[in-house]
């Protein structure tokens, strides 16, 4: 592992690490860290601040995930451990925006992150994946439940796809991580308390009548 490569790893955790969801808040008054889920991703920044700064800290998130590996890949170029470091670099960005070093380790859940490091290693493995979020949160109305079951379904994908054992195992590394930081929603999921859109909408409905 030459000097490059590590120096590419660890800034890839620091470029996961950064809080777009916690910067692009910050003038709005509310700290996300206190309110709704209390988690710095997209999901409570829309929830508390609208769609347009969600959708633009789902679009970071996933920025954050892709280009340190997108990176990596052009100056790493034919090394013999070129993979390695790919998937280092990828895993870093998730750990990073998990664990972000600038928030005392205290991060998001890392489904966007994820998403991005998987749109540049296997996008027609991804594909299912969005697949099974939509029919999840649309059957459902739970996000979280539609975010853990998409991010199983990478691995059956890229499987299905013949990716390398690499990026299987990457991918066992992210969801695993993804559903040990979903333990408090699988709880609620369980016990029939966690939030559904489909509930919100309809008692918008019945409180309108």
């Excluded at 890392?110 to 998987?118: C, E, K």
Aim: net charge positive; proline share 3%; hydrophobic share 45%.
């Amino acid at each position: 592992m030459t000097a490059q490569n590590i120096l590419l790893i660890v800034a890839s955790y620091l470029v996961g690490a950064i809080p777009f969801g916690l910067v692009l808040s910050r003038g709005s008054g509310i700290d996300i860290r206190e309110q709704g889920s209390r988690n710095i991703g997209a999901t409570n920044v829309s929830r508390l601040l609208g769609k347009k700064l969600g959708s633009c800290t789902l679009l970071l998130d996933i920025a954050k995930g892709y280009l340190p590996m997108f990176v990596a890949g052009l100056l790493v170029g034919d090394d013999p451990g070129r993979n390695l470091v790919i998937g280092l670099c990828g895993a870093a960005s998730v750990t990073g925006h998990m664990f972000p070093v600038y928030l005392g380790f205290r991060g998001g859940k890392g489904v966007a992150t994820g998403l991005g490091v998987f749109l540049y290693l296997a996008p027609k493995a991804l594909l299912i994946c969005l697949v099974v979020f939509i029919a999840a949160v649309g059957l459902t109305g739970y996000v979280s439940l539609g975010s853990l079951l998409a991010s199983a379904a990478i691995l059956p994908g890229l499987y299905f796809f013949g990716e390398p054992s690499w990026k299987l195992c990457l991918a066992g590394f992210v969801v695993t991580m993804i559903w040990i930081k979903h333990y408090q929603n699988i709880g609620r999921l369980l016990n029939g308390t966690e939030k559904s859109f489909k509930k919100n909408k309809k008692k918008k409905k019945e409180s309108s009548i």
